[in-house]
Nanobody, 125 residues
Framework: VQLQACGGGLVQAGDSLRLSCTASGGTFNNYAMSWFRQGPGREREFVAG????????YYTDSVKGRFTISRDNAKNTVYLQMNSLKSLDTAVYYC???????????????????WGQGTLVTVSS
């Protein structure tokens, strides 16, 4: 399974970006999909996740109300719509796939089998 993430860039605080992650080589419909991020000098952290059925999404507290995760199984793609961006959102964003979880999403890196290459989001204040 290969994941290709894109959509990052340099924006100003308050702007919006939409990240995309397209999967190939596997059965996307069966995967829980999440976005993680790693800021400068920080550990990679969970940002948002959506179950294989596209049910209730999960978000870390710092992005609730600003970020929206969604998926289009017909396009093998998961999205992360990021609004009202802040300088603290500056990070490399990674998409990840968990082919085993049937309920909810995992919040830790070790539970994900497949990772995209990362896309850099830089928010200037």
């Amino acid at each position: 399974v290969q994941l290709q993430a894109c959509g990052g860039g340099l924006v100003q605080a308050g702007d919006s970006l939409r990240l995309s992650c397209t999967a190939s080589g596997g059965t996307f419909n069966n995967y829980a999909m999440s976005w993680f991020r790693q800021g400068p000098g920080r550990e990679r952290e969970f940002v948002a996740g959506i179950n294989w059925r596209g049910g209730i999404p999960y978000y870390t507290d710092s992005v609730k109300g600003r970020f929206t995760i969604s998926r289009d199984n017909a396009k093998n793609t998961v999205y992360l719509q990021m609004n009202s961006l802040k300088s603290l959102d500056t990070a490399v964003y990674y998409c990840a796939a968990d082919p085993q979880r049937r309920v909810g999403v995992a919040f830790v890196r070790k539970d994900y089998n497949y990772w995209g290459q990362g896309t850099l989001v830089t928010v200037s204040s």
